[in-house]
C-alpha cells in the first residue's frame, strides 16, 4: 500500500528534543514537496514545516522557527523533523503528508491537496 509511516514519537520533558522520521511506504520521494503536519485532540491540524522536492528548500511555520528542523534522504525515502525546545502545547500526534510544492504553513490549510497521510506518531511534552 502507498503511504507514509511515521516513527520517533514518545514522551519527552518540556525543553527536550525529539527526532521524527516520515518513510515512503510503496514509493519514493523524487520530486514530491513533504509537509509535517501536527493534531492535538480538540484542535485543527497544523502545518509545521515542509521540505521541497528541489531540497534543500526547507519553510517552517512561525510557531517553530528556530526550534524545528526539517531534512530529507531521498535514497531512504525518509523525511525528518529534528525537535528542540519542546513546549508542552506542542503535545500532538505528528504526521506527514506529500504535495507537488510546499504550500503555506499554519491551520486552515487546503488538506485535499496532500497525498499519502500515514497514522503519525504520537509526542507527548509532560513533566
Known amino acids: 500500500q502507498v503511504q507514509f509511516v511515521e516513527s520517533g514519537g514518545a514522551l519527552v520533558q518540556p525543553g527536550g528534543s525529539l527526532r521524527l522520521s516520515c518513510a515512503a511506504s510503496?514509493?519514493?520521494?523524487?520530486?514530491?514537496?513533504i509537509t509535517w503536519f501536527r493534531q492535538a485532540p480538540g484542535k485543527e491540524r497544523e502545518g509545521v514545516s515542509c521540505v521541497s522536492g528541489r531540497s534543500p528548500e526547507t519553510y517552517y511555520a512561525d510557531s517553530v522557527k528556530g526550534r524545528f528542523a526539517i531534512s530529507r534522504d531521498n535514497g531512504r525515502a525518509t523525511v525528518y523533523l529534528q525537535m528542540n525546545s519542546l513546549k508542552p502545547d506542542e503535545t500532538a500526534n505528528y504526521s506527514c503528508a506529500a504535495s507537488d510544492v510546499c504550500m503555506g504553513l499554519g491551520f486552515r490549510m487546503a488538506f485535499h491537496v496532500f497525498d499519502y497521510w500515514g497514522k503519525g506518531t504520537l509526542v507527548t511534552v509532560s513533566s
Open positions: 510503496g514509493f519514493t520521494l523524487d520530486g514530491l514537496s
